[in-house]
């Protein structure tokens, strides 16, 4: 069964937040409508070939952990706790070999992946699947729910320190070329991501075919850079067996426990598997994973570890010191390349999350624009573009090098792969049916690693973790005060409920003038009298030919195909009530949606069809809603947010916004 969101009375029809209640209607009718299937058949379509999916993969979903040897063995040893034998390197290094193996490899390519909602994941999707799972508890669902929208609200913070840190480590590699390009690191940083940030408004169509080549490039270097190390150390491949890792931490209990901090880095991008699942599929993301990617992070973690085995000075910046020296400045050039594709994904992924959360009522409209009339998925949001810049360069200019923003790194994607491994365990158990053992068993050891993970990263928090922590609290308190100031919104619409039908009955017995054309009324709740219509009828005193009383849902799934798109409902005198739904990762384009209708006797004509919003005014006021500063902070928010008309695809030349005054 599935649970809807609703819309909010208050926002013309656009959907509402989870867990808030239907206005009680004075009068409820039977529903004459076909009600429609709402788990759709999957959407079906092209396949493209499996080695260019695999390619793609590589570009998209592996830039970000790709760009982990850049920084992650410096950090294990950059700071003194792990003094330089063979032992210890051998033990650093399998621990490396066995996060990647455990975290990696059996969490999310063996079993995160399979529990896809509807081909899509990521952990909105993931979330949406275990709030189903266990609609029939109603709090459980609601915890699981807050849990999971903090996550989501952590993935800003971590979409700020990894773009940062990415770029800014890899222009770091001119240092190793000449001690005199130091002055110069951070202007150049500052200059490649504003570039990369400005270029978003174009999309990522034309660039995009580039993006697997050069990752595919860069794997193949760092793989080569590895066996050139390993080769002058072949023993070195010992550490491939757990038991170095396991005999270091007997041994070293409590710096293992510190390092682990810095080790969790070498699966930066990890949840990117999973998210990125309903581009590419799970067969090419598991191939590209198994032959490219993880033999390639392991043979140059590997070859670092040979270097510092040679020359423990090498620990200033081990990647880039394993080149010789006519490679540096063409490696600079491939992992600045490189650290922008992942940064690139990531970007991708701000706004494709913030859209989705949008969708499920959780943030205001904010303005979307497609920047692909091909790809329906390719978007761009200017608030979210700049405000992630200048996040990022506040963390630059802040922490000024990688070291220092690797000390920030790590809270919120080892809160965000705890909060997976939850939610897993709940559909695992409520969605697939699997014996309460068999759940434990398969989710405890990711639990206790994760939670290792993230304790060890508590460490961070002064010395700059507090950094994306406080971005992902800021982001969850916005969203918290938007879905309660929506539910306050709908008990005001609640006390104010007209019934429709009773009040197009009443309309009835002594008509207002009829004109031509179509009005189209949108409206939060089905069977209730939209503001819009009452205004429209007290000043105008005329009602139109066609009148349709639209409601927009969004639902728990990513997709709702066209066809299962609208059920209609007459409610005569050619007046109809109609339901549109809405998957959170389709495009909201109402006008094409309510085509539909002409095949169920409703004629729309575009030239002579009119849209009325309601467009509220949000007025705070001492009572017993949220506090003070919340329900200012809410009313503001409603006020910026993006008009609906936009955010429905509407046609601004056919729209009429009639205004109202709300108190909450």
């Given at each position: 069964m599935l649970h809807a969101h609703n819309s909010d009375p208050h926002s013309n029809g656009i959907p509402r937040a989870e867990g808030e209640r239907r206005p009680v209607r004075p009068r409820d009718r039977a529903c004459s409508c076909t009600r429609l299937r709402l788990f759709p058949d999957p959407v079906s379509a092209p396949k493209s070939p499996l080695p260019a999916l695999i390619l793609g993969a590589i570009g998209v979903v592996y830039g970000d952990i790709g760009t982990s040897v850049l920084?992650?063995?410096?950090?294990?040893?950059?700071?003194?706790?792990?003094?330089?034998?063979?032992?210890?390197?051998?033990?650093?290094?399998?621990m490396f070999v066995w996060t990647l193996t455990v975290i990696v490899s059996i969490k999310y390519v063996v079993l995160v992946l399979r529990a896809d909602n509807e081909g899509e994941g990521g952990l909105v999707a993931m979330l949406a699947l275990a709030s189903r799972a266990v609609h029939d508890r109603p709090r459980l669902?609601?915890?699981?729910?807050?849990?999971g929208i903090f996550g989501t609200s952590l993935f800003y913070g971590d979409g700020v320190i990894t773009p940062a840190i990415s770029v800014l480590s890899a222009v770091e590699g001119l240092e190793v070329?000449?001690?005199?390009?130091?002055?110069?690191?951070?202007?150049?940083?500052?200059?490649?991501?504003?570039?990369?940030?400005?270029?978003?408004?174009?999309?990522?169509?034309?660039?995009?075919?580039?993006f697997g080549p050069i990752t595919l490039a860069w794997f193949v270097a760092i793989a080569v850079l590895g066996v050139h190390q390993v080769l002058t150390h072949p023993e070195i491949l010992k550490a491939i067996s757990p038991h170095y890792a396991l005999k270091f931490i007997w041994d070293n209990p409590g710096t293992s426990f510190i390092i682990l901090g810095a080790t969790v880095l070498c699966v930066t991008?990890?949840?990117?598997?999973?998210?990125?699942?309903?581009?590419?599929?799970?067969?090419?993301?598991?191939?590209?994973?198994?032959?490219?990617?993880?033999?390639?992070?392991?043979?140059?973690?590997?070859?670092?570890?040979?270097?510092?085995?040679?020359?423990?000075?090498?620990?200033?910046?081990?990647?880039?010191?394993m080149a010789p020296e006519w490679a540096l400045i063409p490696l600079v050039l491939l992992a600045t390349a490189a650290t922008v594709i992942a940064s690139q994904a990531l970007i991708t992924g701000a706004f494709s999350v913030t859209r989705q959360v949008i969708q499920l009522g959780y943030l205001p409209r904010l303005n979307i624009e497609h920047t692909s009339v091909k790809t329906a998925g390719q978007i761009y949001i200017p608030f979210v573009n700049w405000g992630l810049f200048v996040a990022i360069v506040l963390a630059v200019v802040m922490f000024r090098n990688s070291s220092s923003l690797a000390a920030a790194y790590g809270i919120a994607v080892t809160t965000d792969m705890l909060i997976t491994t939850v939610l897993t365990f709940f559909v695992i158990r409520y969605a697939w049916k699997l014996p309460l053992a068999v759940c434990i068993a398969s989710t405890s050891l990711f639990f206790v690693v994760d939670f290792a993970f993230f304790a060890s990263n508590l460490?961070?928090?002064?010395?700059?973790?507090?950094?994306?922590?406080?971005?992902?609290?800021?982001?969850?308190?916005?969203?918290?005060?938007?879905?309660?100031?929506?539910?306050?919104?709908?008990?005001?619409?609640?006390?104010?409920?007209?019934?429709?039908?009773?009040?197009?009955?009443?309309?009835?017995?002594?008509?207002?003038?009829?004109?031509?054309?179509?009005?189209?009324?949108?409206?939060?709740?089905?069977?209730?009298?939209?503001?819009?219509?009452?205004?429209?009828?007290?000043?105008?005193?005329?009602?139109?030919?066609?009148?349709?009383?639209?409601?927009?849902?969004?639902?728990?799934?990513?997709?709702?195909?066209?066809?299962?798109?609208?059920?209609?409902?007459?409610?005569?005198?050619?007046?109809?009530?109609?339901?549109?739904?809405?998957?959170?990762?389709?495009?909201?384009?109402?006008?094409?949606?309510?085509?539909?209708?002409?095949?169920?006797?409703?004629?729309l004509e575009p030239m002579t069809t009119s849209y009325f919003l309601s467009r509220d005014v949000v007025t705070p006021t001492l009572g017993s809603g949220m506090a003070p500063w919340r329900e200012k902070l809410f009313a503001q928010m409603h006020h910026n947010a993006s008009g609906a008309a936009n955010f429905l695809g509407l046609p601004t030349n056919a729209v009429v916004e009639l205004g109202s005054k709300v108190e909450i």
């Open positions: 920084y992650a063995v410096k950090e294990v040893f950059g700071h003194g706790h792990v003094p330089f034998t063979t032992e210890n390197v051998y033990g650093i290094l399998s669902r609601q915890v699981l729910l807050v849990v070329v000449s001690p005199q390009f130091r002055h110069y690191v951070i202007p150049i940083t500052l200059v490649v991501l504003f570039g990369l940030f400005a270029v978003q408004k174009r999309g990522t169509a034309g660039i995009g075919r580039f991008g990890a949840e990117a598997l999973y998210a990125d699942m309903g581009h590419f599929g799970k067969g090419p993301i598991r191939i590209a994973w198994f032959s490219v990617v993880m033999p390639a992070l392991i043979l140059n973690y590997f070859g670092q570890g040979a270097l510092l085995l040679e020359d423990p000075t090498a620990v200033k910046n081990p990647f880039f010191m460490l961070k928090l002064p010395e700059g973790g507090w950094f994306p922590l406080l971005i992902g609290s800021a982001i969850f308190m916005m969203m918290l005060t938007w879905k309660e100031g929506r539910r306050l919104m709908g008990e005001v619409q609640r006390a104010e409920a007209i019934d429709l039908r009773d009040f197009l009955d009443s309309v009835f017995v002594s008509p207002p003038v009829r004109v031509e054309g179509t009005a189209v009324f949108l409206t939060a709740e089905p069977g209730v009298v939209p503001n819009a219509l009452l205004h429209n009828l007290k000043h105008n005193k005329i009602l139109h030919e066609q009148n349709l009383f639209v409601t927009v849902r969004s639902h728990e799934v990513p997709w709702i195909p066209m066809n299962k798109r609208i059920e209609m409902e007459p409610l005569g005198h050619h007046c109809w009530q109609i339901i549109v739904h809405y998957g959170f990762k389709n495009d909201i384009d109402l006008p094409r949606a309510l085509e539909h209708a002409k095949l169920r006797g409703c004629q």
